[in-house]
């Protein structure tokens, strides 16, 4: 397995998505809604169809797992796992906070990882077992050791009004707990924040893989440590995602763990 060839094409084909996604910011005519506050644009769908025609054109026989287009299953153990725009509604916004997010897994585990904002032009990366990068020069996680001197990161799922009550509670508990919580909005953009040690933790549900594989290879390979919310190894296809710099690890798991019997309706 050429890794260093899926790098280099992973990266083409974000600089290239990123690109369109430029050329339309400020510029949409066709925004539309998956869900009640889930947006596609005109965008998502062109950025997506230019990254699978780069890696098409390089690797023909491999599979997708796309946001707009869904699984492309093949017999191959070879999965692209793509989000051609992380933070659509930011970007339908103009809130310059979103990315193209791209993971190449083999047999479910990523082994490359690029996330590109074309707006700050950050390029996120990483190549298992070789550290995590930004814009070619390596990051690594914060050393904060306490998580009241910490800046936490979350996101809503876009089903929030049907899980409100533990969204709040551990909002809450983490809110009282960390020097600060930020939202951003776009989960591949946290995960590399918390590798470049700008937040010390993140945590969020009902994510897709799409969200989170590319930008939980990256903040692994800068030293983040990753859990669902009961502290058992992640994995993308979890619904529960917890990353932080290793140091306040069990303290956000602590936030994080609900009594449900005490929820209220």
Not at 35 to 60: M, N, R, Y
Not at 115 to 144: C, D, H, M, W, Y
Not at 233 to 246: K, L, Q
Request: charged share 20%; proline share 4%; aromatic share 10%.
């Amino acid at each position: 397995m050429n890794l260093s060839k899926i790098y280099q094409v992973g990266i083409a084909a974000a600089y290239h998505a990123g690109q369109i996604l430029y050329n339309y910011y400020g510029r949409l005519e066709n925004i539309q809604k998956k869900g009640v506050i889930d947006l596609v644009t005109e965008a998502d769908v062109e950025s997506e169809k230019a990254v699978k025609q780069i890696i098409q054109s390089h690797f023909p026989d491999h599979g997708f797992i796309a946001e707009e287009s869904g699984i492309v299953q093949t017999q191959t153990p070879f999965q692209w796992i793509i989000d051609p725009l992380d933070g659509t509604t930011n970007y339908a916004h103009q809130i310059p906070i979103f990315a193209v997010s791209i993971a190449f897994a083999q047999k479910g585990q990523p082994l490359v990882g690029i996330v590109f904002n074309p707006i700050s032009q950050e390029l996120f990366t990483a190549i298992k077992g070789e550290g995590a990068r930004l814009n070619g020069k390596k990051i690594g996680i914060s050393q904060t050791k306490h998580i009241s001197e910490s800046i936490l990161v979350t996101g809503f799922p876009y089903n929030l009004r049907d899980i409100i009550d533990p969204l709040i509670i551990r909002f809450t508990k983490c809110l009282k707990t960390a020097q600060a919580v930020r939202r951003l909005g776009a989960a591949s953009v946290d995960l590399c924040y918390v590798a470049s040690g700008r937040f010390e933790g993140f945590w969020e549900q009902n994510l897709k893989p799409w969200d989170t594989a590319a930008g939980m290879l990256i903040a692994e390979e800068a030293g983040a440590q990753i859990t669902n919310f009961s502290n058992q190894p992640y994995h993308y296809d979890m619904p529960e995602i917890a990353a932080t710099n290793g140091f306040i690890h069990q303290d956000l798991i602590k936030c994080l763990a609900i009594d449900e019997n005490h929820m209220g309706t």
